[in-house]
């Protein structure tokens, strides 16, 4: 087993020990830290988005903050501030919350546009500047925003420029029945996040993140990938589609999902897994589209219906090598 699959997969197991009956939205978020991008969160309250970005955190030993987005938070409130030190004479800067290895934005739709965007370049860049004086971010970095997908009043729906910047886009969704027993019982005398600890170290986390960038991608993958993300751009549904930052996520989080799966290549079922999650969330739909209903999600399925999937082609053998 390669350490990028044994890395992902302690992760896994570990935070599963706190998020229960979720392992698909898990491997997502794993594919997430590995492609070291960053995750939004869209759903209801109480279905486990807080306690799943701590269980993270804790897997890998990194540094954890929590920003509660609120009307009145101003951008220094997540950068940081430059303060006057009286004794020295000069001005020390105070770093934010966002300059932590996970940092969790709780309802970040509930934010002014303009707090929401000190954000940018942070996620893009992995810095944040400060009067003029520019701080690099921890690694590794992640952002998990969240946010309700029903209550809209006295929120700022996130632009554009914004919801590009995240690698992905996943719902935990309500626990089935047995699950929900299982967390009642887990909980009855102590929450589990306190009993679970560390189990990669960061070095190990950074070595994954660098070898699944040599998972093998064959050209007519790419080309299959190029074709939904482009063919997202003509849909008539589709007021604006897909960015070359999907075509990016798509590629990237495939050849995480193919080293979790145990393999040093990328086949279409990768892309398919994944095009949800990094697709749909960049899709503006039309106003004359929303009438009628059609939401993203439906588009991003109608897509993987019409685009033709690409065959097969054997990886060519280097020269001088042989069949063992």
Do not use: W
């Not at 997969?9 to 491997?27: A, C, S, Y």
């Not at 929590?66 to 004479?89: A, C, E, Y």
């Not at 626990?175 to 990669?200: R, S, T």
């Amino acid at each position: 087993m390669s350490e990028a699959r044994a890395v992902a997969q302690r992760i896994t197991d570990n935070v599963e020990r706190v998020i229960f009956g979720k392992h698909h939205v898990l491997e997502q978020t794993v594919i997430c830290l590995l492609c070291q991008g960053h995750l939004l969160i869209e759903d209801v309250p109480g279905v486990g988005k807080t306690m799943l970005a701590k269980a993270l955190a804790k897997s890998i030993g990194g540094t954890f903050r929590r920003i509660q987005f609120t009307p009145d938070l101003l951008p220094s409130d997540v950068t940081g501030v430059s303060v006057f030190n009286q004794k020295s004479r000069e001005f020390e800067f105070r770093p934010g919350p966002v300059l932590s290895q996970v940092v969790l934005t709780d309802e970040i739709n509930r934010a002014t546009p303009k707090t929401q965007s000190a954000l940018l370049e942070a996620m893009e860049e992995r810095q944040v500047t400060v009067d003029g004086i520019t701080y690099q971010t921890p690694k590794p970095f992640l952002v998990i925003a969240t946010q309700n997908p029903i209550e809209y009043e006295g929120t700022f729906p996130l632009p554009e420029a914004q919801l590009d910047r995240f690698l992905m886009r996943v719902s935990l969704g309500h626990p089935a029945p047995k699950e929900e027993i299982a967390i009642l019982e887990a909980q009855q005398y102590v929450h589990p996040i306190h009993d679970i600890g560390q189990v990669v170290s960061t070095e190990e986390l950074v070595r994954a993140q660098e070898e699944i960038k040599s998972v093998y991608v064959d050209e007519l993958v790419k080309e299959y990938i190029v074709e939904l993300v482009t063919s997202s751009r003509k849909h008539p549904d589709a007021y604006l589609g897909a960015s070359p930052r999907g075509s990016l996520a798509l590629f990237k989080t495939g050849q995480a999902r193919a080293m979790i799966q145990g393999r040093d290549y990328v086949t279409p079922d990768d892309v398919k897994a994944l095009a949800q999650a990094t697709l749909a969330h960049r899709l503006i739909i039309s106003p004359a589209a929303r009438i009628k209903n059609v939401d993203a999600p439906s588009i991003v399925d109608e897509l993987l219906h019409s685009v033709p999937v690409p065959g097969t082609r054997v990886k060519a053998r280097a020269p001088g090598t042989r069949d063992s």
